[in-house]
């Protein structure tokens, strides 16, 4: 059974940074996409950054592009989501989720991730 432990989340002024980790067991990269979502009080799911099995693409929310950057290291099996200039509207509960595909590409849509980690909160202070 895999599991998906993330990590690296808390409080962080406007204009701040945080990595946020995800530890990957049960599984391996060369078959799983990974992706960050993101939910805040009130709000839908929604993804932040997605990455394909291969790190040979990426998907990016507008919200974030140019801001947060997905990596995955396939020896710790562990996906990170680096962010920086955090603005108040980026506080939500981060999750990790995978998904068991083929595919090359990143994948965007939630119903096709089959694990989840338990999240982690971030927030930004203004």
């Known amino acids: 059974q895999a599991q998906l432990v993330e990590s690296g989340g808390g409080l962080v002024k406007a204009g701040g940074s945080l990595r946020l980790s995800c530890a990957a067991s049960?599984?391996?990269?060369?078959?799983?996409?990974m992706a960050w979502f993101r939910q805040a009080p009130g709000k839908e799911r929604e993804v932040v950054a997605a990455i394909s099995w291969n790190g040979g693409s990426t998907y990016y929310a507008d919200s974030v592009k140019g801001r947060f950057t997905i990596s995955l290291d396939d020896v710790k099996l562990t996906v990170y989501l680096r962010m920086n200039s955090l603005s108040p509207e980026d506080t939500a509960v981060y999750y990790c989720a995978a998904a068991h595909t083929g595919s090359y590409n990143a994948i965007v849509e939630a119903e096709e991730y089959n694990y989840w980690g338990q999240g982690t909160q971030v927030t930004v202070s203004s």
């Open positions: 049960g599984l391996t990269f060369s078959s799983y996409a």
